[in-house]
């Protein structure tokens, strides 16, 4: 069965680094996004992307951050300077032919920020 | 801003107990509604979907889910859990009519099944 996958697993960082977090999402599927939950609150919506465009994207999603999917399997999520508040659970998900569809997720990143 | 409620969030019973957890919504348009569940150590996987239709829709592995449009609700059961069921369970809505498609996440409800 297709899985959308995420590397790495765990980042540890240094605050003020840039870090770049990566995945793969389903093959045939066009709409991706990112995700993301703080330790013991909800899981929050940072992007959405299309087209090779980002459709949407949240209050969070600040100049610090990027998305790009520079081939035609990767999706990439970039930090510039990492704070200590961007400590969390990064989730990448995608969705095939409409962006209402079911979201699939990959298992998670890590982020710690030292 | 779409907003979603779930309370109880930690659940602990026996199996074989039934089992309901609730969510509420605040969005009054069209929705899509979602169950994703969470199990240790495991990725987030859809359990069931609501997007039109028939308002009771049953998922995998024995779960269902009732959207009552009146009471912005809904709400997940299992007749009887198993230990297998130890899990966290995610409320997730899509108002559509904003024309975007984030989900919004309730906060989860951590199941623990004791066998």
């Known amino acids: 069965e297709p899985e959308v996958t995420q590397t790495p697993s765990h980042q540890v960082t240094q605050m003020g680094q840039e870090v770049i977090l990566r995945c793969v999402p389903i093959s045939n599927h066009l709409y991706f996004y990112w995700y993301r939950q703080i330790l013991g609150q909800k899981v929050e919506f940072l992007v959405s992307f299309y087209n090779n465009e980002i459709s949407e994207k949240s209050e969070i999603f600040d100049d610090q951050f990027s998305v790009e999917r520079p081939d035609g399997s990767n999706f990439t999520l970039k930090i510039r300077s990492t704070k200590l508040e961007d400590s969390a659970m990064y989730f990448c998900?995608?969705?095939?032919?409409?962006?209402?569809?079911?979201?699939?997720f990959g298992p998670g990143t890590r982020l710690t920020v030292l | 801003a779409q907003s979603v409620s779930q309370h109880n969030h930690h659940v602990i019973l026996s199996e074989a107990a039934s089992l309901e957890l609730g969510c509420n919504y605040s969005?009054?348009?069209?929705?899509?509604l979602f169950w994703y569940v969470q199990y240790p150590g495991q990725h987030l996987q859809l359990l069931l979907k609501y997007f039109s239709g028939d308002p009771l829709v049953k998922g995998i592995k024995g779960f269902e889910a009732e959207f009552i449009k009146s009471k912005f609700s809904f709400n997940l059961r299992k007749p009887s859990v198993q230990w297998s069921d130890t899990a966290e369970y995610f409320c997730a809505v899509n108002a559509i009519l904003y024309g975007n498609n984030r989900l919004a996440f309730g906060k989860g409800n951590q199941v623990v099944v004791i066998p």
């Open positions: 998900a995608s969705s095939g032919t409409s962006g209402y569809n079911e979201q699939f």
């Open positions: 969005y009054g348009g069209t929705v899509n």
